[in-house]
């Protein structure tokens, strides 16, 4: 058997498992490239605050914070839509706490969560409607953000805004472009749980598509510079008469 007839051979084989992989490469690739990353995360469904800390408004002092909570971790200052907040760790509960009077404002109830909702969503939509989750959490939020508000407004894409029911802080946002675009990541990489580029079944496709890319190299060469295609066409021509 020759060059020829071994690459047309395995070719078409190699072909036959792969078109349909091909073809989910280039519609997934198409749409990852097409839609801009930035709209994709969702960076356009968020205000863009520049709320500064007014010390006037800190009346809590920190070291009545360390008598009152002793052994606190990773203390921060920050604001919790315009009123500034301490937040700190202390063992496996993160708090926080209105640092004008002191008064904890964790875990976070319903109303204060859609109250940073709105005051961070950038759209015209309306809160659709509200859940608290503290476990089996989606696939579009991490675990370790629970528990977390997931507040829902019916606006263009369904997007959702999740709250950190602890640290009252925007923890993500998503909406149908991205949902659409973690199907296409995981077709694209053919790890369809845990969305790792690094996995064998993406390795041996591969493997196969460069040994089928290079075979139709073998048969490029040969249409162009050997013309032998025309003859196979005409002997499939004779078969047919």
Partial sequence: MNLLKISRKYHRYLMLFLGIQFVIWTVSGAYMVIFDIDYIHGDSLIQNHQTKINPEKINYSLNTLTQDYPNPQHIT?????????????????????????????????????VAMAKHEYSGSGQVLDVELITGNPPFELSPRYLPAWRVNFNDFGSPSLYISAQTGQLVTKRHEFWRTFDLMFSLHVMDYEEEDP??????????????????????????IFKKQPLQADNSLIKRAN
């Fill in 77 to 113: 200052l920050g604001t919790f839509i315009n009123r500034e907040v301490y937040r700190f760790k202390q063992g496996d509960t993160q708090f926080m706490l209105d640092a004008n009077t002191g008064l904890q404002l964790s875990p976070l109830d319903k109303a204060a969560a």
């Fill in 198 to 223: 690094s996995n064998w079944l993406l390795f041996w496709v591969v493997l196969f598509s460069l040994v089928s890319a290079i075979l139709g190299l073998v048969l490029t060469y040969f249409r």
